[in-house]
């Protein structure tokens, strides 16, 4: 395994601190064991630093030009190195899932034609370095505002308007390469439309736009960056610059940044618990900075591995469900129940009542008692379902137990694709949420707005946004979605879960 490489100076020596345990993260995604994953981590962090060095990223001054951020920059080269290992007769190695991936034309863009390059990847590359590691540190490593304004050299007073700047401006750019790229005639149609909902928070989405984002790579790619208000945009950075794992990368990055500075500590604590610039930093060598970020790393991933109650009690699914598979294995027969008759033309909304299990102690995608069916009508009405029971929170100090009721609407659906919202109504007060249920017909979902998404199976998990994770006693919250189905059936989900209690 190689040595990681010597910091040059103390800044330098700081900046490795706080990107070891990023890179030691990822690479823990991209392989089958911890010993690969640490030795994929050492390679890939020194191929990043010698590449940053020569490029000038961050205090490793040299030619000025344009490059990423140093975490995004050893981000990618755990990708680099993990395609080193895929054609060097080492992809055993490797998560199987990442493997095909490397073998797609998805990660063939990566590497391609830049005018062909994910969107949020050329976005971020046209800021200033500076501005593209504000908003990286603050969205996709989940960092509060005064710790990001500390380690920036910014006036903590200020941050907070800056960052809003650099996200428009961000957004500036993808516009602006989403224009430039090569498109057919339909995308191009389009490409005004998309700006315009995009900059309205409250603005409904057409359908014909809905269908065309549920088909189209590249334009849905673009409505995640430019969709500021809608809470997507820590995805479309981490799946743009990083690609393969970029949702699991995020949760694990949010859950080590509570680890490591405290979830609900004060800002003042928080700021004291970063390390200071002075002596310290430049006592730091070789060894002592390889054997302290390493347990840093450590520790912190594995409580980014833990269940999301982060209690003994399971609720959720094994720690194969924090890996972003390229695709779930199409559902079988026995894995997702008895499907009921009836089927949903693209004009009707399905009605069902369901009984939900809880994921923790039964099969999620075995179909409950009480099974529902889409059944089409002159007046669609939408699936409700409601109950109430107790289970563990996702998060610090979240309420142990809620009732809640679950409104599934399916807005529209075409061949192939269809777009559903849902809306819970709890009694209990919530300061964050997790909503999950089982589809039957091998749904999958592809794109979610205002919460985020992971899907294994049959089973779908919608963890809250930032912005609208706080719940009052007998409020709602809302969030939508697209989806593909095959088809022939589209009936409507069952098993709801609410913080892993079941609404029945």
Not at 30 to 37: D, I, K, N, V
Not at 56 to 85: C, F, H, N, Q, Y
Not at 117 to 143: F, H, T, Y
Request: a negative charge; aromatic letters at 6%.
């Amino acid at each position: 395994m190689p040595d990681l490489p010597t910091p040059q100076d103390a800044a330098e020596a700081a900046l490795f601190t706080e990107s070891w345990d990023a890179v030691l993260s990822y690479a823990d995604l991209c392989t089958s064991g911890a010993a690969s994953a640490t030795e994929l981590a050492s390679e890939a962090f020194a191929l990043g630093i010698q590449e940053a060095r020569s490029a000038g990223s961050g205090p490793m001054r040299g030619p000025a030009r344009r490059v990423l951020p140093v975490i995004p920059l050893l981000l990618t080269a755990v990708r680099t190195t993990a395609a080193a290992w895929e054609f060097a007769g080492r992809g055993h190695r490797l998560d199987p899932d990442l493997r095909l991936w490397l073998n797609s034309e998805k990660a063939a863009r990566y590497h391609g034609m830049p005018l062909q390059r994910p969107i949020a990847l050329r976005g971020l590359r046209d800021l200033q370095e500076a501005d593209a590691a504000l908003l990286w540190l603050a969205e996709v490593e989940a960092l509060p505002l005064p710790v990001v304004a500390r380690r920036l050299g910014l006036d903590p007073a200020v941050v907070s308007s800056e960052l809003a700047q650099v996200r428009a401006l961000f957004r500036d750019r993808c516009h602006r390469n989403h224009l430039d790229t090569p498109m057919a005639a339909e995308c191009r149609s389009y490409a005004r439309l998309l700006d315009a909902v995009t900059r309205s928070p409250a603005a409904d989405t057409p359908e014909d736009l809905s269908r065309h984002l549920a088909t189209c790579v590249q334009c849905a790619e673009a409505a995640a960056c430019l969709r500021l208000a809608g809470g997507g945009l820590p995805a479309a950075l981490a799946g743009g610059v990083i690609g393969w794992g970029g949702l699991a990368y995020l949760e694990r990055r949010r859950r080590a940044s509570e680890v490591r500075l405290g979830a609900g500590r004060p800002v003042a604590e928080l700021e004291a618990g970063e390390p200071k610039e002075g002596a310290s930093k430049a006592r730091l060598v070789r060894n002592s900075l390889l054997a302290a970020a390493v347990l840093l790393s450590l520790v912190a991933l594995g409580v980014s591995m833990m269940p999301m109650g982060g209690s003994g009690h399971d609720n959720t699914a094994s720690d194969d469900a924090d890996r972003q598979p390229v695709s779930d294995p199409a559902p079988t027969m026995s894995s997702v129940g008895t499907r009921p008759s009836g089927t949903a033309s693209p004009s009707t909304r399905p009605t069902a009542s369901d009984t939900a299990t809880d994921p923790g102690d039964k099969n999620p995608d075995t179909e409950p008692q009480g099974t529902a069916s889409a059944t089409a009508s002159n007046s669609p009405a939408p699936t409700k379902s409601s109950g109430s029971g107790s289970g563990s929170g996702s998060g610090p100090g979240t309420t142990a137990s809620a009732s809640c009721d679950v409104t599934y609407d399916l807005v529209n659906q075409w061949p192939d694709g269809f777009q559903a919202s849902i809306t819970v109504t709890t009694t209990k007060a919530l300061d964050t949420w997790r909503l999950a249920w089982s589809y039957r017909d091998g749904q999958q979902v592809t794109q979610m707005w205002d919460a985020s998404v992971a899907q294994d199976g049959s089973r779908v998990t919608a963890t809250a946004a930032d912005y609208n994770k706080n719940v009052a006693a007998d409020g709602s919250f809302t969030f939508g979605f697209l989806g593909t189905w095959d088809n022939s059936k589209n009936s409507a989900p069952y098993g709801f879960t609410l913080n892993g209690a079941a609404c029945k």
